[in-house]
């Protein structure tokens, strides 16, 4: 039968972390500290009292104590990721780097959100003289903050992060520079410097250590801008003219369409990648009519990587598609494929990443009230004719019709880059995307 007296020790302990908690509010870290020992004699592994005092040990520079403590919090809650946060800041100051770089990442594989914790993992790794892991893990701190609205400004950063962040962010920039001048450096040590000027001032631009000289407002790449080259919306059919071999062979490639259209399998997939209901919601697409909005495709490359199902689906284009000049850059490109777009879908008004390639279509199925604007400038598809424009002015397509328009899409070089310029680009790119992977 219970008594009363069962219930004295759950009262005490209550009334414990209520004096520490109330104490907390009111600033009182000395009252708090009280309170929370006084728990800790009832309730020796109490999580929150451990933590509170380890932290109030760690200001007053006993790392030891404080060590102590938290390996006895974390024995009694070992999947506790604040736990493992706060062990491996005191062991950063005892000290102890590799133990620190073990709780931190610990900590991390339980609450991969913890950036505060990607940060202090960051200082271990650069004081372990880990250059280009540290400039990895600081990274993906400061975009895990920055998708949260945190690390933006200083007014978005806790005061006492400011300058750990602000010396992350100089640290990644630093590092990357390093990094990007290396792929670069054998180019220049090559063919001189004076042949990848364009190339340095793109990179410079990139990192954000030069504004991008845009000559015309209406162009903005959302990745990396190369200067020094014509801007404008569309480029001359006479700059490509192996785009003859495409045109010739249009009947031979819309008959692989057909085929792909007509299959019972339906090998079509969402450009976007994401059910039409949400890229509505994202402002990728729009209905005219009383369909639903559908931009589909059919691959031959995506990112570079190879659709070899649906190359064999299609011989002759695959194979005609292969003898062209494509931007071929590794988990970049080519992206060729069939762009499906249905009846009533608007692809709503968007910018490319790069200026250092091109946009070409073949159109091979076009019902009328289909059109292309880039620019600002409408252009509408003739079918067999190519027409080759830059993305990274704002554009958008329609097919207001109650048919189905199809296009083949290929990516070509801006011809007014020199073969050296693509070798760097072709580099460079590769390595900025390796980066940027690695710090996510």
């Given at each position: 039968?219970?008594?009363?007296?069962?219930?004295?020790?759950?009262?005490?302990?209550?009334?414990?972390?209520?004096?520490?908690?109330?104490?907390?509010?009111?600033?009182?870290?000395?009252?708090?500290?009280?309170?929370?020992?006084?728990?800790?004699?009832?309730?020796?592994?109490?999580?929150?009292?451990?933590?509170?005092?380890?932290?109030?040990?760690?200001?007053?520079?006993?790392?030891?104590?404080?060590?102590?403590?938290?390996?006895?919090?974390?024995?009694?809650?070992?999947?506790?990721?604040?736990?493992?946060?706060?062990?491996?800041?005191?062991?950063?100051?005892?000290?102890d780097l590799a133990g620190a770089a073990d709780s931190l990442q610990a900590a991390l594989g339980l609450a991969p959100g913890l950036f505060v914790a990607q940060l202090r993992l960051g200082v271990v790794f650069e004081?372990?003289?880990?250059?280009?892991?540290?400039a990895m893990t600081y990274l993906g701190a400061i975009n895990a903050a920055q998708a949260q609205g945190r690390w933006l400004s200083d007014d978005t950063t806790a005061p006492g992060l400011r300058d750990a962040v602000?010396?992350?962010?100089?640290?990644?920039?630093?590092?990357?520079?390093?990094?990007?001048?290396?792929?670069?450096?054998?180019?220049?040590?090559?063919?001189?410097?004076?042949?990848?000027?364009?190339?340095?001032?793109?990179?410079?631009?990139?990192?954000?250590?030069?504004?991008?000289?845009?000559?015309?407002?209406?162009?903005?790449?959302?990745?990396?801008?190369?200067?020094?080259?014509?801007?404008?919306?569309?480029?001359?059919?006479?700059?490509?003219?192996?785009?003859?071999?495409?045109?010739?062979?249009?009947?031979?490639?819309?008959?692989?369409?057909?085929?792909?259209?007509?299959?019972?399998?339906?090998?079509?997939?969402?450009?976007?990648?994401?059910?039409?209901?949400?890229?509505?919601?994202?402002?990728?697409?729009?209905?005219?009519?009383?369909?639903?909005?559908?931009?589909?495709?059919?691959?031959?490359?995506?990112?570079?990587?190879?659709?070899?199902?649906?190359?064999?689906?299609?011989?002759?284009?695959?194979?005609?598609?292969?003898?062209?000049?494509?931007?071929?850059?590794?988990?970049?490109?080519?992206?060729?494929?069939?762009?499906?777009?249905?009846?009533?879908?608007?692809?709503?008004?968007?910018?490319?990443?790069?200026?250092?390639?091109?946009?070409?279509?073949?159109?091979?199925?076009?019902?009328?009230?289909?059109?292309?604007?880039?620019?600002?400038?409408?252009?509408?598809?003739?079918?067999?004719?190519?027409?080759?424009?830059?993305?990274?002015?704002?554009?958008?397509?329609?097919?207001?019709?109650?048919?189905?328009?199809?296009?083949?899409?290929?990516?070509?070089?801006?011809?007014?880059?020199?073969?050296?310029?693509?070798?760097?680009?072709?580099?460079?790119?590769?390595?900025?995307?390796?980066?940027?992977?690695?710090?996510?």
């Amino acid at each position: 039968m219970t008594t009363p007296m069962d219930h004295r020790p759950q009262t005490a302990t209550a009334d414990c972390r209520a004096q520490a908690q109330a104490a907390l509010q009111r600033g009182d870290l000395a009252l708090a500290e009280q309170a929370f020992a006084r728990l800790l004699e009832q309730l020796p592994t109490d999580a929150e009292a451990l933590q509170f005092l380890a932290s109030r040990e760690l200001e007053s520079g006993d790392a030891t104590r404080a060590i102590a403590r938290l390996r006895t919090a974390l024995q009694a809650h070992p999947h506790d990721a604040a736990v493992l946060h706060q062990l491996g800041a005191a062991q950063v100051q005892a000290g102890d780097l590799a133990g620190a770089a073990d709780s931190l990442q610990a900590a991390l594989g339980l609450a991969p959100g913890l950036f505060v914790a990607q940060l202090r993992l960051g200082v271990v790794f650069e004081q372990q003289g880990l250059r280009r892991q540290a400039a990895m893990t600081y990274l993906g701190a400061i975009n895990a903050a920055q998708a949260q609205g945190r690390w933006l400004s200083d007014d978005t950063t806790a005061p006492g992060l400011r300058d750990a962040v602000k010396h992350a962010t100089r640290y990644v920039a630093a590092t990357r520079r390093e990094l990007f001048d290396a792929v670069i450096e054998p180019l220049r040590q090559r063919y001189g410097r004076t042949e990848l000027a364009r190339v340095d001032q793109c990179l410079a631009i990139y990192l954000h250590e030069l504004p991008a000289p845009l000559p015309d407002p209406r162009q903005r790449p959302l990745f990396l801008y190369f200067p020094g080259v014509p801007s404008q919306p569309f480029y001359p059919r006479e700059r490509f003219s192996e785009h003859a071999r495409l045109e010739q062979a249009v009947e031979t490639i819309r008959g692989e369409l057909l085929a792909v259209l007509a299959s019972a399998d339906d090998p079509l997939v969402p450009f976007l990648g994401a059910p039409s209901a949400e890229a509505m919601a994202a402002n990728l697409l729009g209905a005219t009519g009383a369909e639903a909005a559908a931009w589909d495709a059919f691959f031959f490359y995506r990112h570079g990587e190879r659709y070899d199902a649906n190359c064999a689906r299609c011989p002759h284009t695959s194979a005609l598609l292969d003898t062209l000049p494509l931007v071929r850059i590794r988990d970049h490109a080519p992206e060729t494929l069939y762009s499906v777009l249905r009846p009533g879908t608007h692809i709503l008004p968007h910018r490319g990443v790069t200026n250092t390639r091109l946009v070409t279509h073949l159109p091979l199925i076009v019902p009328p009230d289909c059109a292309l604007r880039v620019g600002g400038q409408t252009h509408v598809w003739e079918e067999g004719r190519c027409v080759t424009f830059d993305d990274t002015f704002e554009h958008e397509a329609w097919n207001h019709s109650a048919q189905t328009r199809v296009v083949l899409i290929l990516d070509s070089w801006n011809p007014d880059l020199t073969e050296v310029e693509r070798l760097a680009v072709t580099d460079l790119v590769a390595a900025i995307g390796d980066f940027n992977r690695s710090g996510l």
